[in-house]
């Protein structure tokens, strides 16, 4: 069975300030996706990044980087520099080499105060 | 880029009446979609895959006979929500897979806020 555990429930910072969401994942299969979501208060969810299996190089985009570590299981995603518009709910999620369902972590609140 | 539309965007109703919810994607053909749900300050749980021309299928505890799902065409999945209680009152938001590329990115809809008073 596929697991996405995402332990912190709220993170709350000060702008300007780095932040690292913590993903861990649990799968059987040997190919599989990895994702992060955005999703603000409008509930919508905006797609930030996704990441095979076989692909462990990290990538940075803009304020976004994203550390994808096979041997712990982990998929993190750091904001550098914090906005008060980088407050969200932020998912990691998880699906099989097939692309199809997506097993969600819990998500994390992050809340940026100016 | 692809788009994936959802409608309405929210909907009150009585308790007791069916609500449809329609999915839509815009410029791609989608063999597949997924229907989840979200109570507040919860995650996204999947309810079904919807399969075009096939029966959907239901994860496990959802009750199919209330969560009627219809893939009458490739770009186009509904959610009927049947007899609806307050206990379904949720956020509800669909996603669709893309074939015809060898990316796998879920691209979603802008949800449904379901209040059922």
């Known amino acids: 069975a596929q697991k996405v555990t995402q332990a912190q429930t709220e993170i709350s910072v000060v702008e300007k300030e780095d932040v690292t969401l913590d993903c861990v994942y649990e799968?059987?299969?040997?190919?599989?996706?990895l994702f992060w979501y955005k999703q603000p208060p409008s509930g919508e969810l905006v797609f930030l990044i996704r990441?095979?299996?076989?692909?462990?190089q990290n990538e940075i985009s803009g304020r976004y980087s994203w550390n994808f570590q096979k041997s712990t299981s982990s998929f993190n995603f750091t904001i550098t520099a914090s906005q008060v518009v980088d407050s969200a709910v932020y998912f990691c999620?998880?699906?099989?080499?097939?692309?199809?369902?997506?097993?969600f972590g819990a998500g994390t609140i992050l809340r940026v105060k100016s | 880029g692809a788009v994936v539309s959802q409608h309405p965007s929210w909907v009150i109703c009585k308790s007791g009446t069916s609500v449809k919810i329609e999915c839509r994607s815009l410029?791609?053909?989608?063999?597949?979609m997924f229907w989840y749900r979200q109570f507040p300050k919860q995650s996204l749980m999947l309810m079904a895959t919807?399969?075009?021309?096939?029966?959907?299928?239901?994860e496990q505890g959802v009750e199919k006979d209330k969560f009627l799902i219809n893939h009458a065409s490739l770009t186009l999945s509904t959610l009927t929500v049947t007899s609806a209680h307050p206990e379904d009152s949720s956020f509800y938001i669909c996603?669709?897979?893309?074939?015809?590329?060898?990316?796998?990115?879920?691209?979603f809809g802008q949800g449904t806020r379901l209040t059922v008073v």
């Open positions: 990441r095979n299996s076989f692909d462990e």
């Open positions: 799968t059987r299969d040997t190919t599989y996706y």
């Open positions: 410029d791609f053909q989608a063999t597949t």
């Open positions: 996603s669709a897979r893309r074939w015809d590329r060898d990316i796998t990115e879920a691209f």
């Open positions: 919807s399969n075009e021309g096939s029966k959907a299928t239901y």
């Open positions: 999620a998880l699906s099989g080499g097939d692309g199809n369902k997506l097993v």
